[in-house]
T-cell receptor
Framework: AQSVAQPEDQVNVAEGNPLTVKCTYS??????LFWYVQYPNRGLQFLLK??????LVKGSYGFEAEFNKSQTSFHLKKPSALVSDSALYFC????????????FGTGTRLTIIP | GAVVSQHPSWVICKSGTSVKIECRSL??????MFWYRQFPKQSLMLMAT?????????EQGVEKDKFLINHASLTLSTLTVTSAHPEDSSFYIC???????????FGEGSWLTVV
């Protein structure tokens, strides 16, 4: 069975500082990894994905994530946080073997402090 | 980018009635659509997976007779909550897998309140 762990329920970062939201995964075969962001009372917005290729993936709004196969991690990063980045972030995984279902982590609430 | 539209965004219904939520992929064909339920401050719980033209596959513990899912075309799936009860009140989110793609896009969600 596939699973995702987001070890931090809450992350607080000062505006302008770099931010990291952690994610580790478990899946059979090669992983397809995703990050989504959710603003209050809204659906999920796609940020970025790793399917294959370069381990460093760049996405929307200046976010990037690094795929680390040996550590089974896919941490989300941004060099300089904005107050508008405050939201709920979900990491998700699906296997490449035909199972299309996404498995989500429990989410990390990111708060950027002005 | 790909757009998934959900309608209605908010709905209030009386206990015992049924309510339908639509999920449309506006600018792409979706062979597979997913329906999730999200409780406050919790992650998304997958309810069912629907493939165009076939019956939906429900996750364990989800009542298929209560949550009717129809995927009549490559751009439309519907979730009907039948005989709704207050405990069905929740945030329901659909998502769609682009045909020949590998990214799943989400709708804006629908708040259901059963009174």
């Amino acid at each position: 069975a596939q699973s995702v762990a987001q070890p931090e329920d809450q992350v607080n970062v000062a505006e302008g500082n770099p931010l990291t939201v952690k994610c580790t995964y478990s899946v059979s075969g090669n992983p397809y990894l995703f990050w989504y962001v959710q603003y209050p009372n809204r659906g999920l917005q796609f940020l970025l994905k790793y399917i294959t290729g370069d381990n460093l993936v760049k996405g929307s709004y200046g976010f990037e994530a690094e795929f680390n196969k040996s550590q089974t991690s896919f941490h989300l990063k941004k060099p300089s946080a904005l107050v508008s980045d405050s939201a709920l972030y979900f990491c998700a995984v699906r296997g490449s073997g035909g199972n299309e279902k996404l498995t989500f982590g429990t989410g990390t609430r990111l708060t950027i402090i002005p | 980018g790909a757009v998934v539209s959900q309608h209605p965004s908010w709905v209030i219904c009386k206990s015992g009635t049924s309510v339908k939520i639509e999920c449309r992929s506006l600018d792409f064909q979706a062979t597979t659509m997913f329906w999730y339920r999200q409780f406050p401050k919790q992650s998304l719980m997958l309810m069912a997976t629907s493939n165009e033209g076939s019956k939906a596959t429900y996750e364990q513990g989800v009542e298929k007779d209560k949550f009717l899912i129809n995927h009549a075309s490559l751009t439309l799936s519907t979730l009907t909550v039948t005989s709704a009860h207050p405990e069905d009140s929740s945030f329901y989110i659909c998502s769609a897998l682009r045909r020949f793609g590998n990214t799943i896009y989400f709708g804006e969600g629908s708040w259901l309140t059963v009174v």
